[in-house]
């Protein structure tokens, strides 16, 4: 197994099969792969149709979160079932396209070479969301962008590709996926922005207010500074060769 897509769901019933088979067909002869699907406490009848839809697709798993807990700790929850050592994440609401990861995977394993702390993630220059959801965001980044120095146009596109101990190696807290560059640079890694495609939703609702982000973002924003500040990513060397020993005798105290 070489790569795991893991892909976080809430109430999403009406994307559920379209994705699936637009991932296993860009898929199909690029890499051995599964699709982990986190269902983050779904009200709907999303459950359980990803329950149906295993027979299927034989490379689909399917998790489940009692309770809606956010997109974070489901990403974390299927990261952590990964069997792939190479992750890729995108979102489960159609608007990533997943024809883009190939080229993801790609250029990950070429950076992935000279860095082994590679995080590559999607930029999406032509967005098909509304004017105001076009606005916020790029606000959103431009602000995260000149107090992180992040140098990631868009840290909030889903369609990312990492390696698993990489992510698990990031300090955890939710919100987390919005930071993911900022993180990954804390830990001495590189990020790269490759441009992906990026479609209308036109099944469901978005789960995402406008307000609630922007508050919820400031505070976690000053949380993000706060750990670049309080980072250290040392030089380490590793001594070999012979080794003086010395012998200790160990004596009662009077």
């Not at 269902?39 to 329950?51: E, F, H, V």
């Amino acid at each position: 197994m070489e790569l795991s897509i893991v892909v976080p769901v809430h109430n999403e019933t009406d994307n559920l099969r379209p994705l699936i088979r637009e991932i296993d067909a860009a898929m199909a002869g690029v890499c051995s792969y599964e699709i982990i699907y986190v269902d983050d406490g779904s009200t709907d009848g999303t459950l359980a149709q990803l329950t149906a839809l295993r027979s299927e697709f034989p490379r689909l798993r399917v998790l489940r979160h009692k309770r809606c807990c956010g997109q974070s700790t489901a990403l974390r929850t299927g990261i952590l079932a990964a069997l792939g050592p190479v992750i890729a994440t995108l979102d489960g609401d159609g608007q990533n396209n997943p024809v883009d990861i190939p080229a993801l995977l790609s250029a990950w394993r070429k950076l992935n070479d000279v860095n082994t702390k590679t995080l590559v993630v999607g930029f999406r220059r032509r967005r098909k969301d509304t004017g105001w959801r076009r606005f916020s965001s790029r606000i959103a980044n431009g602000v995260r962008g000149f107090l992180l120095r992040d140098n990631t146009p868009d840290t909030g596109c889903g369609l990312k590709i990492f390696s698993r101990d990489l992510f698990l190696a990031l300090p955890y807290f939710d919100h987390m996926h919005r930071f993911l560059p900022a993180l990954v640079q804390r830990a001495g890694g590189a990020v790269v922005s490759v441009e992906v495609n990026h479609r209308p939703r036109t099944r469901g609702q978005s789960k995402y207010g406008t307000w609630h982000r922007l508050w919820v973002g400031i505070w976690d924003l000053l949380g993000v500074m706060w750990l670049q500040q309080r980072a250290h990513v040392p030089e380490i060397e590793e001594i070999t060769g012979p080794v003086a020993t010395q012998t200790f005798e160990l004596k009662a105290l009077p």
